[in-house]
């Protein structure tokens, strides 16, 4: 596919995710940057996404919400950017298996304790992530078998799996057990992971020049 690719974000959001997977793919995109209240919530974005909420691409006529889903979405759109294990291969169902355990379980676990929302033990079958010690216990395993989620290939998941370890380190609700570290050091040194920062944080610099 050849369409045009627009990205809305806020540097301040989990856009992050999204920019740093475009950068891997390299492919050329606009950037819309939206302000929370203002821009999120006027009818001009939620007729793109109704949630009035970030991140969302539109590629070509084609509109992606959820940040798994837009990494999932332009792993396979560019295959050639070998972001994902080709369908019928072995390694896709790993791949799937552990970006989406990140956008549900993980998400809403860690979520849940930064609000202090945790299941009590004796309700947390109704949870879908069971316990919060448990989520992070799996994810750890799923980082400790390769260097990457599929093994040697680094893929989409990695970019939303580290994603999650890289913010949860920095705010304190993932533990910095060393498989997550040494994990998130591999992968955030990557050249897109530095480029997508580095934009990001310019962005954030000047927003904040701008306000004196």
Known sequence: MTDSLTFYTNPMSRGRITRWMLEEIGQPYETVVLEYAADM???DYLAINPMGKVPAIKHGDTVVTEGAAIC????DAFPDSGLAPPPGDPLRGPYYRWLFFAAGPVEAAVTAKSLGLLAPPDKKMMAGYGSFEDTIDTLETAVSK???I???QFT???VYVGSQIGWGMMFGSIDKRPAFEDYFGRIGSRPAAVRARE???ALIAAKKAAEG
């Open 41 to 43: 919530k006027g009818p």
């Open 72 to 75: 999932a979405y332009l792993a």
């Open 146 to 148: 390769g260097p990457y």
């Open 150 to 152: 599929c093994g040697a």
């Open 156 to 158: 989409a998941a990695d």
């Open 199 to 201: 934009i990001d944080d």
